[in-house]
């Protein structure tokens, strides 16, 4: 029931406890339950609003040193970063960074002291 719940709102997070309740057979109160519940196991961990898609940039950190919890630190700091994963894989971690090009440059310059990176910025949203 809640995986029916998640997809009512990521199809429009404005929708009342109500709407989803007659889309999910559960009353309103029960939906409200439920979305607390889902908030305090952190399985919905906030609230956000759509950036525009193309100040939206990926990117793949290579970390010259072993200083894994101080470059988290660093990244828990950044405003601009939205997203931030350690990885398997190409890279150390991977990133979701949400700003203009002014501001990517200067994020980039600071990540240089933690190692080398590699950008891939949205041209275009498809889906």
């Not at 939205?82 to 980039?108: H, P």
Request: glycine share 6%.
């Amino acid at each position: 029931m809640n995986a029916k719940i998640l997809e009512c709102l990521k199809q429009n997070g404005r929708m009342s406890w109500q709407e989803i309740g007659k889309r999910v057979h559960l009353t309103g109160q029960a939906v409200a339950t439920r979305v607390k519940q889902m908030e305090d196991s952190n399985i919905i961990s906030g609230y956000t609003i759509t950036q525009e898609s193309l100040n939206q940039h990926f990117i793949t950190v290579f970390m010259d040193t072993n200083d894994f919890d101080n470059f988290d630190r660093f990244l828990k700091k950044q405003k601009l970063v939205s997203q931030a994963f350690k990885v398997t894989g190409e890279g150390c971690y991977l990133i979701t960074y949400i700003g203009d090009n002014r501001e990517l440059d200067y994020f980039l310059t600071l990540l240089l002291n933690y190692g080398r990176y590699k950008v891939s910025s949205v041209l275009k949203q498809i889906k």
